[in-house]
């Protein structure tokens, strides 16, 4: 008969934690501040909000840190004097070269200095002509 008394004394205990009363909402209140949840009750706008500030901040995701790109300058140095010793073989930049010295060769300017190019020469014609 004493086990049983115990049995329902651990369920006295826990009774008014689920329910509507002013205790059971302080004590759900205290142990969701415990927990790091939402105290009160809200709406789901609300929670929406609470979740994006809540979220880890963009700059320390490992993907999206600086860090995680590689190094586009150096890799660029790099491959640059690969190709210049000839141990790396790009088409595209072959190609490049081919049409850049065709267009030389048909007297057309490649990459002309910025404020000399064809725009540059056509605005220096007007002004000569005023």
Same mark, same amino acid.
């Given at each position: ?12 205990a826990?009774r ?30 609300? @929670? $929406? &909000?609470? #979740?994006?500030m809540?979220?880890? +901040? ?43 010295? @065709? $267009? &030389?060769? #048909?007297?057309?300017?490649?990459r +002309? ?18």
């Amino acid at each position: 008969m004493g086990t049983r008394l115990m049995a329902s004394r651990i369920s006295h205990a826990t009774r008014g934690l689920g329910l509507p009363t002013p205790y059971g909402k302080r004590i759900e209140r205290l142990s969701n501040r415990i927990f790091g949840e939402i105290t009160t009750p809200t709406d789901v706008k609300s @929670l $929406k &909000v609470i #979740r994006v500030m809540s979220a880890e +901040p963009l700059e320390q995701k490992d993907q999206l840190k600086p860090e995680y790109y590689p190094n586009l300058p150096m890799f660029h140095y790099l491959t640059k004097m690969l190709r210049f010793h000839g141990l790396f073989f790009d088409d595209h930049v072959v190609y490049r070269q081919v049409q850049d010295e @065709l $267009k &030389v060769l #048909r007297g057309k300017v490649v990459r +002309p200095p910025i404020g000399q190019g064809k725009r540059a020469l056509l605005r220096n014609a007007k002004a000569g002509k005023k």
